[in-house]
């Protein structure tokens, strides 16, 4: 059974810095996407950023320059450094995994940005 827990939410001040990590159990091998989507209130589910096998990135232009998505395969591990937070970066963050053709999700970790 695959499980993703996520951790490193919480409250920073804008222009602050947050790491989020995503621990995937239940997996055999290291062939999948991981990554994060988040959801601010009132707004749709979006792409932050998602990691491949091969360590391809790709990020939200929101993000660009901001966060920096990381793997560690041996701990089946995803890693989310998030810095320059703004505002609009407050909502549930949602750790992402596609293994075997499934998409699997995190209960999800709050982040909240002041101003």
């Known amino acids: 059974q695959v499980q993703l827990v996520e951790s490193g939410g919480g409250w920073v001040q804008a222009g602050g810095s947050l790491r989020l990590s995503c621990v995937a159990s239940g997996i055999t091998n290291s062939i999948y996407t991981m990554g994060w989507y988040r959801r601010a209130p009132g707004k749709q589910r979006e792409l932050v950023a998602t990691i491949t096998s091969g360590s391809s990135t790709n990020y939200a232009d929101s993000l660009k320059g901001r966060a920096t998505i990381s793997r560690d395969n041996g701990k089946n591990t995803v890693y989310l450094q998030m810095n320059s937070l703004k505002p609009e970066d407050a909502a549930v963050y949602y750790c992402?995994?596609?293994?075997?053709?499934?998409?699997?999700w995190g209960q999800g970790t709050q982040v909240t940005v002041s101003s």
């Open positions: 992402y995994l596609h293994y075997r053709w499934v998409d699997y």
